[in-house]
T-cell receptor, first 109, second 110 residues
Framework: KNEVEQSPQNLTAQEGEFITINCSYS?????LHWLQQHPGGGIVSLFM???GKKKHGRLIATINIQEKHSSLHITASHPRDSAVYIC???????????FGKGTRLHILP | NAGVTQTPKFRVLKTGQSMTLLCAQD?????MYWYRQDPGMGLRLIHY???????AKGEVPDGYNVSRLKKQNFLLGLESAAPSQTSVYFC?????????FGSGTQLSVL
């Protein structure tokens, strides 16, 4: 079983829809990251969370430490949001950073 | 401040050849990581370092070696390349909690 599970694996939605991507993890963590990767492109850090909720523009990330779960929301989605969104956690025991397999998001105009 | 720089960006090797990938960061970060990214597998940790002179194994360390002789540099070596090591390699560094990535190295082993 993977230590970091993301769902869904693939998501296609219409422009303007509210998007939710989920991440569950099984280890104790010191931080959780949400990252974005465009096709053929590099990896960009969107958020780092250790508790609560963060918002940046149309992106919102939440984390529930007790339930070992995080969500990434995109409001008023746009075709330029099409990318792979990746969840990663830092294991507090050894500082390893472990990644989920990513969610491929495609927003249709 | 150049961030995280990976060299080379592309490389083609023949089976059995050796090479070294360099990751350099100018942000004085303690933590550095090497990952490989393969279709359908996500990013998998090869080796990592929590400070100068230290290294540790990740999920898929076999066939790779690393060194962190200077704080700013984290080297990934392939002693005898195999076709299974064809992948995109990413380096990341972290001061504590934030993550910064290099632009990736596309490696093909024929």
């Amino acid at each position: 079983k993977n230590e970091v599970e993301q769902s869904p694996q693939n998501l296609t939605a219409q422009e303007g829809e509210f998007i939710t991507i989920n991440c569950s993890y099984s280890v104790g963590i010191s931080a959780l990251h949400w990252l974005q990767q465009h096709p053929g492109g590099g990896i960009v850090s969107l958020f780092m969370l250790s508790s609560g909720k963060k918002k940046h523009g149309r992106l919102i990330a939440t984390i529930n430490i007790q339930e070992k779960h995080s969500s990434l929301h995109i409001t008023a989605s746009h075709p330029r949001d099409s990318a792979v969104y990746i969840c990663a956690v830092r294991d507090y025991r050894d500082d390893k950073i472990i990644f989920g397999k990513g969610t491929r998001l495609h927003i249709l105009p | 401040n150049a961030g995280v720089t990976q060299t080379p960006k592309f490389r083609v090797l023949k089976t059995g050849q050796s090479m070294t990938l360099l990751c350099a960061q100018d942000m004085n970060h303690e933590y550095m990581y090497w990952y490989r990214q393969d279709p359908g597998m996500g990013l998998r940790l090869i080796h990592y370092s929590v400070g100068e002179g230290t290294t540790a194994k990740g999920e898929v360390p076999d066939g790779y070696n690393v060194s962190r002789l200077k704080k700013q540099n984290f080297l990934l070596g392939l002693e005898s390349a195999a076709p299974s090591q064809t992948s995109v390699y990413f380096c990341a560094s972290s001061p504590d909690e934030k993550l910064f990535f290099g632009s990736g190295t596309q490696l093909s082993v024929l």
